[in-house]
Structure formats: C-alpha cells, structure tokens
C-alpha cells in the first residue's frame, strides 16, 4: 500500500525545548507505522525561548524539512526589556510584578501582532507553500499553535485548494487560555483576534484539541473538533520497573518538572509544607522540594523566605531525558493549571509523562479539571482547588506514611491509551 503524505506545519521543532515541540515530533515519529509520511515545514532562523539538544534524537531519519526564513520582532522586544523572553514562552509578570516596560510590551503584543508575533511568517509562508503543493503530492496539511499564526497559513492554503484536507492543531486554546485577558486589548484588536479564531474553526476540516473540555468548547464555536490528548514514549514507561532496585532513598522528594510562572503558582502548597516541616520533625528531616526547569525568581524568593529554603533543590532547566530521570527518582510530581474555570480543559503534556514513571501525582487546578478525570482513571494521584489546605495536608501525609513503610506509592492501571503509538493510531484513523 502506497504511503500517504502530510504536511506538518509547525514553529516549534529539535532543537527547540519545552512541551510544545514534543507534540509533533512524537506523532511524526509513529505515523509512518500507520501508512503516513511526514513533511515538516518549519522557520529556518526562529527564536526559541528554549533549547534541548537532546531532543534532536527523536526526529525521524530522512524526514523530508522544508524550510523558510522568518522575521520576528522578539529579538529586538527582548534588547529593549529581557522580560519579553518571559511571554515569548506565553508566560508574564503579573500585578504588582509588572513594571512598565513589561505592561507596555504586553500592550504592543496583543494589539499589534494579530494573532501573535510571528504574524510576519504568514503571508511568505502561503506563497511559497502554494508552490510547494502545485510540485508535491500531500493528501493533508497540519497547522499546530501556538503560535497562532501557523493556523492563518492553514487558513490561506484552504482558500487556494479547497480540496486540500486541513486540520488545525490546538495544542492550547486561543481565545479562551487564560493569559488572553492579560494582553490589554482594545475592542477592535479583540474582536480580530475572535474573527480569525472563528474563521479557523469554520474552515479547518478537523480541529484537534489537546483536552476534553477545549474539544467541547471548540465544537460550541463551530469547530468540528476531535481531541487527542498528548502522551508518553513506551521506552518511558520501563522506568516503572526501576524503583524496585533501589534501596528507600534517604529523602520523601516532592518534584515539580516544567516551567513554573506566577499565573498558575500553588501558594497553598507552599504554605502546607511550610507548616508541615514546623510542625512534623520527621516530616522536616526527610523533606526535599526538587525543581527541574525554569521556575519563575518571584515565586522561588516567596518560597525561600520561609522554613522551605533549606529543603530545596533547583536544578534549573535541565535536558528532557534528564528531566525523566528527575521524575522517576521522586516519590511525589507536582502539576499546577491556572485557578480560573476556563482552564480546566488544560492538561499539561508532563502528566503523561509522570503517569509512565507509576509515582503519584499532587495536582492544582479549577474544579472538575480535564487532569482530575485523568488521575481518577488512572488511580495516579488527587486533583485540589487552590484552597483546599486541609485535604492536601491530609493527602501529603498519607503519601509520606507510605514511604515511610516503604511502599510503593504508585499503584497507576489503564495508563497504555495515553501512549504515543495509540495516540497516533487515532489520528491516523482521523487522517483517513
């Protein structure tokens, strides 16, 4: 059977770090077992908040790259205010953290730069991709954001060959994720930002979302939207095994693997374990708090000037593999979303991953969150509000008991649907 092509268009690629890269690269991976060849259209020169060598193992050999040059402004933004790097990454300074600069860059971000700053990407994008399709067979087209902006491609290849199946890839929302409300949009600026959004949902073939609840929301506003969660590598899934062949480690580590911004900061935790560590000696003589990626200065002064300081380690961003490794040498993962409603369809690409190492997973978050359903499926943990500080005192104790007593604290069932290889198989049957 003749393979079939798809055209993944998308920002982020190895060498870039963080969650959004490994979406792609994961599906690009697998989808040849499933009769898909994959084409990567990505910038030539794009500017990255964050590099990870160590991810250009996964890229496929003999993938087919297409690639352009790209103009964005963010260089010059970070010259003028090294803050600008911050929500590059789609994080920000908040409230009183906010100095002018930042407000103003904010400002210019959300008014000037429709959908995003990599805007200037679109219009050399569809010419030259339009080329690109009259020369070469390609049965589907994948536009994945953020940025945004990559679905506005979609959007100009759609209109030039109706016949082309294209679906757009939401690996968050656009509109609805929640520092949108932070851009200080005028009404203009976010009634273009809803029309291109709503544009996208109508024309795209299929929408992916990434969570229950954005597919639900998408499907309200006109999308014929599917979701297909992210997931984890099988070869991830045999660090299970490995705890078994260490003697109790001399620690009870609670782990936060990721980058840590002050929209989605559990200050509650913070407290819990400051009280936890005055209260329960034993508790203080065995308590590490480990951090392993960027965590943002503001919440690290916070915690440090209480009794936390002298029970943390800061790895600082550390390569992906390794960031496995940190999790699978903790007894306890934190996962934090931001406390507002319309975040609870947000589930953050690193749970799958803390759900292949079997530990038990600490979560904050809105109520009825997308992640809770996940770890009430799976028996991988408990899911809290920002102000349940009772019940995760209660929840931190027991999991401590357990350590105590050298037992295992993760006890995870029905975990294979999030593999990368049956995710895939999904799209692929959404491929056709």
């Keep these: ?17 963080g969650p959004g890269v490994q979406r792609w690269l994961k599906f690009a991976k697998y989808l040849p077992e ?10 030539e020169n794009p500017s990255y908040p964050l590099l990870d060598e160590s991810l250009l193992k996964d890229v ?36 009183k953290n906010q100095s002018w ?23 050399p994008s569809i010419k030259f991709l339009e080329q690109y399709l009259k020369e070469n067979k390609i049965d589907v087209v994948v536009t994945s954001g953020p940025p945004h902006s990559l679905h506005m491609i979609g959007l100009g290849l759609k209109k030039k060959f109706p016949e082309l199946k294209w679906i757009a890839d939401f690996r968050d929302p656009w509109t609805e994720i929640s520092y949108y409300k932070h851009l200080k949009l005028t009404k203009s ?42 997931g984890f590598d099988e070869e991830v899934k045999g660090l299970k095994g490995e ?31 400051n009280e936890l560590i005055t209260e329960n000696t034993e508790f203080s003589e065995s308590f590490s708090l480990k951090f392993a990626g960027r965590i943002d200065d503001k919440i690290l002064q916070s915690i440090e000037s209480t009794h ?62 997308d992640v809770s359903r996940i770890l009430e499926e799976t028996g991988a943990g408990k899911h809290f509000g920002y102000e349940n500080s009772e019940e995760v005192k209660n929840f931190i104790l027991d999991q401590f008991e357990l350590w105590k007593k050298g037992n295992a ?10 593999s990368r290889r049956n995710l895939t198989k999904k799209l692929a049957e959404i491929l056709g």
């Design 243 to 273: 705890e078994e062949h260490h003697p109790i480690r001399e620690s009870f580590t609670l782990s936060y693997i990721g980058v840590l911004e002050q929209l989605r900061n559990p200050e509650s935790l913070w407290k819990v374990l």
């Design 60 to 95: 496929p050999q003999n993938i087919e790259m297409v690639k352009t040059r790209i103009w964005e402004p963010y260089q010059l933004a970070e010259k003028l205010n090294k803050s600008n790097k911050k929500f590059k990454a789609g994080q920000f300074d908040v409230g």
């Design 308 to 369: 936390l300081k002298n029970h943390i380690l800061n790895l600082g961003y550390i390569s992906h593999d390794k960031a496995v490794e940190e999790m699978a040498s903790s007894d306890l993962l934190l996962i934090t979303n931001f406390p507002n409603e319309s975040s609870k369809g947000i589930i953050p690409g690193k749970i799958f991953e803390y759900l292949a190492t079997g530990k038990q997973i600490i979560s904050f978050g809105p109520d009825e969150a």
């Design 101 to 123: 600069k930042s407000r103003l860059s904010i400002w210019v971000r959300g008014n000037f730069f429709i959908p995003d700053a990599r805007v200037f990407w679109v219009k």
């Design 34 to 43: 499933f009769g898909w060849n994959p084409v990567v259209y990505t910038p």
């Design 1 to 17: 059977m003749e393979q079939k092509k798809i055209l993944i268009i998308t920002y982020y690629w190895p060498p870039a770090g």
């Design 409 to 418: 604290l993760g006890n995870t069932q029905n975990i294979g649907q999030f």
């Design 189 to 230: 600026s976010d009634r273009k930002h809803r029309q291109l959004e709503s544009a996208v949902f109508k024309t795209a073939d299929i929408t992916l979302a990434t969570s229950y609840t954005d597919a639900e929301n998408f499907r309200k506003a006109g999308a014929n939207a599917v979701c297909i969660t992210n």
